[in-house]
């Protein structure tokens, strides 16, 4: 019996594996071969393998290293911000009020938006000459005249930080939140009859147990940050300083042609996000062990 439950469970897998095989281990498996050839994008049938030199050439390059440290400035900033945002924005949202509904709704509006259109909508509103930002920074005294959000070296990047908190931060919310109602009231009552102040019940109950679903979230964000393309691409192009990891592998395969390097880019990049992921989980099962 349980042999036949087995081969019933596997059964069912069977159509899932062959599908992620297609679409995420072959694609990864060629992308690893072709890391090792001079194979180049135009006529990618004629190679030779090279070894280790493609995975070399990029690890010699200062701007494949200027994109390392964009991405992890950007991913600690981005994902910092949004999880104390997040958690902060659950907490009220997890109070019963009046239109309640309504505003976990609403909030969650920037996360629903495709990334390409939150960044060109910001975009425009940053532009020097006749976005919203600068004409309402003017207005209010702040400035004399409109600053090039999106064009000064400079400040691109932390433009793409605060566009990235303002789009992601719904998401941090919606998972912690999600967190945040498996906590029985029970507790908080208790606590409360027994005389615990508010920002006690909220260290010593709210976020021990919250935890959990605070950890995945942070997991989730940080995978995705370390990912990150399409908004940074969007709004900055190839400007150095607001390059990612993502936006380099992409330029080599993409702009140079290069089928070898861009592989190896691409290589590079899995290994870097497959080492930060493996960490943070580490991190995680020893916080769930000392508990």
């Given at each position: 019996m349980r042999n036949r439950e087995t081969r019933t469970a596997w059964l069912f897998l069977l159509p899932l594996l062959v599908a992620l095989a297609a679409v995420?281990?072959?694609?990864?498996?060629?992308?690893?071969?072709?890391?090792?050839?001079?194979?180049?994008?135009?006529?990618?049938?004629?190679?030779?393998?090279?070894?280790?030199?493609?995975?070399?050439?990029?690890?010699?390059?200062?701007?494949?290293?200027?994109?390392v440290t964009n991405t992890m400035i950007?991913?600690?900033?981005?994902?910092?911000?949004e999880?104390?945002?997040?958690?902060?924005?659950?907490?009220?949202?997890?109070?019963?009020?009046?239109?309640?509904?309504?505003?976990?709704?609403a909030i969650l509006v920037p996360w629903a938006m495709p990334m390409v259109v939150s960044a060109k909508i910001w975009?425009?509103?940053?532009?020097?000459?006749?976005?919203?930002?600068?004409?309402?920074?003017?207005?209010?005294?702040?400035l004399d005249k409109?600053?090039?959000?999106?064009?000064?070296?400079?400040?691109?990047?932390?433009?793409?930080?605060?566009?990235?908190?303002?789009?992601t931060t719904p998401f941090m919310v919606l998972l912690i939140l999600a967190g945040l109602q498996l906590i029985p009231e029970e507790i908080y009552e208790a606590a409360e009859v027994s005389g615990v102040p508010a920002w006690k019940r909220l260290w010593s109950i709210t976020l021990p147990l919250a935890a959990p679903a605070i950890g995945v979230a942070?997991?989730?964000?940080?995978?995705?940050?370390?990912?990150?393309?399409?908004?940074?691409y969007v709004i900055a192009a190839n400007n150095e300083k607001a390059m990612t990891m993502s936006i380099y592998a992409r330029d080599q395969l993409i702009g140079f042609q290069d089928l070898g390097v861009g592989s190896a880019a691409s290589t590079w990049v899995f290994l870097i996000v497959g080492l930060i992921a493996i960490l943070i989980v580490s991190l995680l099962r020893l916080d769930r062990s000392t508990a």
């Open positions: 995420a281990v072959w694609p990864l498996v060629r992308n690893v071969y072709f890391s090792f050839t001079n194979a180049f994008l135009d006529n990618p049938s004629e190679y030779s393998f090279v070894g280790l030199q493609n995975f070399i050439i990029v690890m010699e390059d200062p701007v494949f290293w200027g994109a950007f991913t600690l900033i981005s994902v910092s911000f999880t104390v945002l997040g958690f902060g924005i659950a907490l009220l949202l997890h109070r019963a009020f009046a239109g309640r509904g309504l505003v976990r709704a975009e425009w509103m940053l532009n020097d000459q006749f976005g919203l930002i600068n004409k309402a920074l003017i207005w209010l005294g702040f409109g600053i090039a959000w999106t064009a000064d070296s400079s400040l691109i990047l932390g433009t793409v930080i605060f566009i990235d908190i303002w789009v942070v997991l989730f964000r940080t995978l995705d940050a370390l990912r990150m393309f399409d908004l940074s």
